[in-house]
């Protein structure tokens, strides 16, 4: 594409090598500094050229930022997540925001069993005892035992994409599958529970697969812990702000619940330092949709969201 005629964009974010190649290809982009004064420069200097924005569940937008792209004509993400995104502010000028569901399901479920199995068969705690020698002591030191997957009680709060295809692994393990939500969902064989607290009560592993936001903070408080009790396992791939993390961490101190596998949390990169000391606790990254084939789709998707709009057709998927 000729340079003149290329779209302006602003990017938030790096994303893989390769998709910020393709996007310097075939647009004029400029990379949004951290916030201060660089920042402000750069939008004061190319905000009003701007034409797409390219961002992540992680990085976000604000209404504030939209205000500093007068022409700003469509916006796409990397990730399915849509708390830290302003749709609706996006929405009242007419923008598409597009983002990439579907292509991250499998491997978000995949890291959903592996952190439950983590926790419930004590997999890395096991890793520590045989690297620290405790093996082969003399005397000899007993590894303590784990609780049964197969054939469990698996409570799933958010049955959308991703709770249904935890689900669906979960069927292999013949486990008994029950799940929370806002409403029921149709065509499923799961049983529905309306009261989460009455769910955790339930269950040996409480999933949480369901949106972040306002709506959904700190759903996961006290009470949930509480009902969820010794026989009971948290995992966390959905928002850290879905459980209210002090909570948690004083749960998992206490031993009220019996561990925890999280891989968000409410402030990341920060992870409160009370979890570091605790070996009832598994902690991931946010590396749920971190495998080389996943993140090159989700990468491939933000891309076709775009080149899709900038020749006059529907996103690919948008929110
Ligand atoms: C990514 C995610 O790590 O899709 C999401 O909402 O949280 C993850 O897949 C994130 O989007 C990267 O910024």
Known sequence: ????TRPV???TIALLPDVDRHLAEHYTVHRLPPPGAERE??????GAQVEGMVTSARAGFDEALLAKLPKLRVISSF?????????PAAKKRGIPVGYTPDVLTDCVADIAFGLLLSIGRRIPEGDRFVRAGQWVRKPPVAFPLGRQVSRAKLGILGLGRIGQAVAKR??????????????????VPYGFEPKLVEL???ADFLVVATTGGPETKHMVNADVLQALGHK????????????????LLKALQAREIGGAALDVFEREPEVPEGFFALDNVVLLPHIASATVE????????????????FAGRALVSAA
């Not at 594409?1 to 003149?4: G, R, V």
């Not at 990730?79 to 749709?87: A, F, K, S, W």
């Not at 979960?170 to 065509?187: H, I, K, L």
């Open 1 to 4: 594409m000729n340079s003149m």
């Open 9 to 11: 964009l602003l990017q």
């Open 41 to 46: 420069a750069l939008l004061a200097q190319h």
């Open 79 to 87: 990730g399915v997540g849509l708390d830290t995104l302003d749709v």
């Open 170 to 187: 979960a069927s292999g393990f013949d486990m008994q599958v029950r799940y929370s939500g806002r409403r029921p969902v149709e065509g």
């Open 200 to 202: 955790a009560r339930w």
């Open 232 to 247: 009971g396992f948290l995992v966390n791939i959905a928002r850290g702000t879905v459980v209210d993390e002090q909570a």
């Open 294 to 309: 996943t993140r090159a789709a989700m990468g491939q998707r933000v891309l076709d969201n775009l080149s899709e709009f």
